[in-house]
């Protein structure tokens, strides 16, 4: 399954809500998750099934979504979610990750 | 506090190998399942490998016949071995736990090692 995230770039100034989308080849159900990679760092789960929070992630993270079509929202951005988001399926083998959003500062 | 601390990895020759560890504090690798995923450079991630609780394992079509993943329980380590390699397994690499909630674990990663850099070249 092939995830394709769009945009690639993201140029926003904090305080601002980011809208981060993800598409899927074929219908995932709802077997998405989004993560947050920081240069030099491992990727960090933010979002699970779509739209779980993972534990200790702000509630300014929220997923939704289901079938094909899934987004990433960050309510009011932060300095520190200056960052790339990942999306990744579980629906089927191989685990497959979209490109990446990277969230620049404008 | 669940750790996973990575060590191995460096510069090889095409065809040649490495192994690279992970080993599990705050967690039990057996009791888990352990994935390793891979990162080339400025590029996307790509999953790797699985091993199950039960020890049964899986590993993407690009590194079948040429990478094994296992375990130690004594050591509780995670290890890659990866035979034949080739310039582009070149890529920062990852271990990772699978999330578990309740009684229910999801083939997504909820602990990531630091990653370790491998690097293919003559």
């Known amino acids: 399954i092939v995830l394709t995230q769009s945009p690639d770039t993201l140029s926003l100034s904090p305080g601002e809500r980011a809208t981060l989308s993800c598409r899927a080849s074929?219908?995932?159900?709802?077997?998405l998750a989004w993560y947050q990679q920081k240069p030099g760092q491992a990727p960090r789960l933010l979002i699970y099934e779509a739209s779980n929070r993972a534990t200790g992630i702000p509630a300014r993270f929220s997923g939704s979504g289901s079938g094909t079509d899934f987004t990433l929202t960050i309510s009011s951005l932060e300095s520190e979610d200056f960052a790339v988001y990942f999306c990744q399926q579980r629906r089927t083998w191989p685990l497959t990750f979209g490109g990446g959003t990277k969230i620049e500062i404008k | 506090e669940v750790q996973l601390v990575q060590s191995g990895g460096g510069l090889v020759q095409p065809g040649g190998s490495l192994r690279l560890s992970c080993a599990g504090s705050g967690l039990s690798v057996s009791g888990n399942y352990m994935s390793w995923v891979r990162q080339a450079p400025g590029k996307g991630l790509e999953w790797v490998s699985v091993?199950?609780?039960?020890?049964?394992?899986q590993h993407a079509d690009s590194v079948k016949g040429r990478f094994t993943i296992s375990r130690d329980d004594s050591r509780n380590t995670l290890y890659l071995q990866m035979d034949s390699l080739r310039t582009e397994d070149a890529a920062v690499y990852y271990c990772?736990?699978?999330?578990?909630?309740?009684?229910?674990?999801?083939?997504?990663?909820?602990?990531w090692g630091q990653g370790t850099l491998v690097s293919v070249s003559s």
């Open positions: 990772a736990s699978h999330l578990v909630e309740g009684l229910t674990t999801y083939n997504f990663f909820d602990s």
């Open positions: 091993i199950y609780r039960g020890g049964g394992t």
């Open positions: 074929h219908s995932i159900n709802t077997y």
